[in-house]
């Protein structure tokens, strides 16, 4: 199968935005976009033929209109659809298999009702090479930026190539941002000041060192190197205004261990103000 993006469609507004981001995302990739719509089977009856046939009606005119979207949006790229009946994370994990990525929108009807900032990211970021993209329903704006998550640890490697990839192919800043947290140290903090001066110091050459190569690789992509004294959600929330997407790794250590999956999933991908992708290592899928 010829390189492509996968994006889940149901009709709902969400859905129609994660479809025209993913068309636009397909074209710069130059890559083929592949949409498909799940329905679940019941199980609690056994549907009469007349309303498998209108479920799979309704999924074709979803479908249809999803295509046309994409095409008004991406009128040089291949595009294809898929009716496929079972459960919507087992399907979109099958889908990421040979995918360049799985697009999905925040919110949705039917199948992907109330599913996609929940269960079906769970079930597909940690577990799948393909990094997931979670649109949300904004405002469309164009800011020229991204932000990236990092920790400097391996699992960050992958997740800063995304980003540099990312920003080289829309020409954009990259927001790169490490944080640490001070850790709790009662009412003599004050002399513990030089310790916390060196914590500092270390944290920003991690952060440093872990920039530099890929800095190298991608001369011609302008960074903004943060180091903050923040949680990482808040910091990537923040970052999120500015932000075209924000991009997580799907684990890490210090301040972002166990953090992606869990407070992120839950916090950025709330709360954030744009798309956001998050990306597992491809050795770990």
Request: glycine share 8%; with cysteine.
């Amino acid at each position: 199968m010829a390189a492509h993006v996968v994006v889940g469609a149901d009709g709902s507004a969400p859905s129609q935005t994660a479809v025209e981001w993913a068309a636009e995302d397909a074209a710069r990739r130059g890559c083929d976009l592949r949409i498909i719509h799940v329905y679940e089977p019941t199980e609690y009856y056994a549907p009469s033929p007349e309303f498998q046939d209108s479920v799979r009606e309704y999924g074709q005119d979803v479908l249809e209109k999803a295509a046309e979207r994409a095409r008004g949006r991406a009128p040089w790229t291949e595009v294809s659809t898929s009716l496929v009946s079972g459960r919507v994370a087992e399907v979109l994990r099958r889908e990421a298999e040979d995918a360049e990525q799985v697009v999905v929108g925040s919110r949705g009807l039917g199948g992907f009702a109330g599913l996609l900032l929940g269960s079906v990211t769970r079930a597909l970021a940690g577990h799948v090479a393909a990094p997931i993209v979670v649109v949300r329903d904004v405002p469309e704006r164009v800011r020229g930026e991204i932000a990236v998550g990092y920790d400097g640890s391996e699992h960050s490697v992958t997740t800063l190539q995304y980003a540099f990839e990312e920003a080289a192919r829309r020409k954009a800043r990259l927001q790169a941002i490490h944080t640490w947290q001070m850790p709790v140290m009662g009412l003599y903090a004050v002399a513990y000041a030089p310790l916390l001066e060196d914590m500092a110091a270390a944290e920003q050459r991690t952060a440093t060192n872990a920039l530099s190569p890929w800095r190298e690789r991608y001369p011609g992509v302008e960074v903004k190197q943060t180091v903050i004294c923040e949680h990482p959600v808040v910091a990537l929330r923040n970052a999120s205004a500015t932000a075209d997407l924000v991009v997580v790794g799907s684990r890490g250590l210090g301040a972002f261990e166990s953090a992606v999956l869990g407070s992120v999933s839950h916090g950025v991908l709330h709360h954030a103000h744009c798309p956001v992708a998050v990306v597992n290592p491809r050795d770990e899928a």
